[in-house]
């Protein structure tokens, strides 16, 4: 599978030159020294991913007519300040040492703290310190969206999109912590959390936001290929990740194998294997899951009851069916016919990915 007609490697140079030049002026004068922490734990961060949202936002654009403009780009790339502001707080919720192979931002700080030999808790610390870099991000996000140099009429025809999303993907994460307290879940309450956390913010609310800022209203053809197609890929995008997180490489994820059933993550694909599994299974799942200190044996058993119970392969072929229906609904809308094979091909780099 490629994704040249897409443009996935210029896009993602245009969008990391874009984050470069905004987080170099960000850090207020005076005090460098003590900021370096801060800016350094922002770099790495926003120096992976696969830049599929600001993706999305770019060929909703051009979708609907947007011309090749920097501007764009400069909107688009303010979405991986956003997502790297929710990685941040997701991992101190869930207690996550890795991100993309690397310390988890408030591993780092608490590190930096513990070799400092400062006074306190240096978990405390570095957890403060990972609540404010989240902060920090989310604002630079906004501040960056607003000042992307596309005409004052976009920006503001496609803010209360833009606001609408940030709530979405603030609840959701609520959704999910509340989904774990709670236990049982079902696959419904799973999708919920998923759309709200996950697939409406990386996949229909970033190309609504294109669709916007080049048509400055949305049609009700743009609607219907949002939710058609959006929602669709979301959905698939996130059982994707529900799926590599619990079978997915650590060479390629970057995290340790099977750290969502550690972290007790109440995902789609739990929810299908306790729907499917015979009670002394389901029993085991439920004491296993959540488990901080699940070994490899633990994770191996978990792994072969959703196995065994079809959970994978369902999921698998749900991802399938979201896919097929999302091109469906793609075939039938008015976007450029540029457009409409680069969407084809990020549907389906989202869909299959392996990170």
């Given at each position: 599978?490629?994704?040249q007609?897409a ?5 993602r140079?245009?969008v ?9 002026r ?8 003590e900021?370096?922490?801060l800016r350094?734990a ?5 120096s992976?991913?696969?830049?599929l ?5 770019y ?5 609907a ?16 300040l956003?997502?790297?502001s929710?990685?941040?707080h997701?991992d101190?919720?869930?207690k996550?040492?890795l991100?993309r ?8 700080f608490q ?7 400062w ?7 570095g957890?403060g310190a ?14 960056m969206?607003?000042g992307s140099?596309?005409?004052?009429e ?13 709530t ?12 774990q307290?709670?236990g049982?879940n079902t696959?419904e309450?799973a ?15 970033p190309l ?6 080049a048509a400055?209203?949305?049609a009700?053809?743009?609607d219907d ?10 959905i698939?995008f ?8 619990v ?6 994820t ?5 750290d969502d ?14 729907a499917s ?23 191996e058993?978990?792994r ?8 994978l392969?369902?999921?698998?072929d749900?991802i ?6 999302a091109l469906?609904a793609?075939?039938?809308?008015p976007v450029?016919?540029e457009?409409?094979t680069?969407l084809?091909?990020?549907a ?6 392996k990170?």
């Amino acid at each position: 599978m490629t994704t040249q007609a897409a443009g996935l490697d210029t896009l993602r140079a245009q969008v990391e030159r874009a984050l470069g030049e905004f987080v170099e002026r960000q850090l207020p004068d005076g005090g460098e020294s003590e900021f370096v922490p801060l800016r350094t734990a922002a770099d790495e961060l926003l120096s992976g991913g696969k830049r599929l949202r600001p993706a999305f936002c770019y060929w909703g654009w051009r979708g609907a007519g947007g011309a090749d403009v920097p501007g764009i780009f400069t909107a688009a790339a303010s979405l991986e300040l956003l997502q790297a502001s929710a990685l941040v707080h997701d991992d101190v919720m869930d207690k996550s040492d890795l991100r993309r192979g690397m310390p988890s931002a408030h591993r780092r700080f608490q590190a930096m703290h513990e070799k400092s030999g400062w006074y306190g808790s240096a978990d405390q610390f570095g957890e403060g310190a990972a609540i404010l870099l989240g902060n920090l991000l989310l604002i630079w996000s906004g501040e960056m969206w607003r000042g992307s140099g596309l005409p004052s009429e976009s920006i503001e025809a496609a803010q209360p999109v833009h606001d609408h999303m940030r709530t979405e993907l603030m609840c959701g994460q609520y959704l999910d912590l509340l989904e774990q307290a709670h236990g049982e879940n079902t696959f419904e309450s799973a999708l919920r959390v998923a759309l709200f956390k996950s697939g409406k913010y990386s996949v229909e609310q970033p190309l609504r936001l294109g669709l916007v800022l080049a048509a400055k209203e949305l049609a009700p053809w743009m609607d219907d290929l949002c939710t058609g197609y959006g929602r669709r890929v979301g959905i698939a995008f996130q059982l994707r990740d529900d799926i590599l997180g619990v079978f997915g490489d650590p060479a390629q994820t970057g995290k340790p194998a099977g750290d969502d059933l550690r972290e007790g993550k109440r995902t789609m694909l739990v929810a299908r294997t306790l729907a499917s599994a015979s009670p002394e299974d389901a029993e085991t799942v439920r004491r296993l899951l959540g488990d901080p200190a699940l070994d490899g044996l633990g994770v191996e058993t978990l792994r072969r009851i959703i196995e065994d119970t079809g959970a994978l392969q369902e999921c698998e072929d749900l991802i399938g069916d979201y896919l097929g229906q999302a091109l469906a609904a793609l075939d039938e809308a008015p976007v450029t016919a540029e457009a409409r094979t680069a969407l084809t091909e990020l549907a389906i780099a989202a869909t299959s990915r392996k990170t």
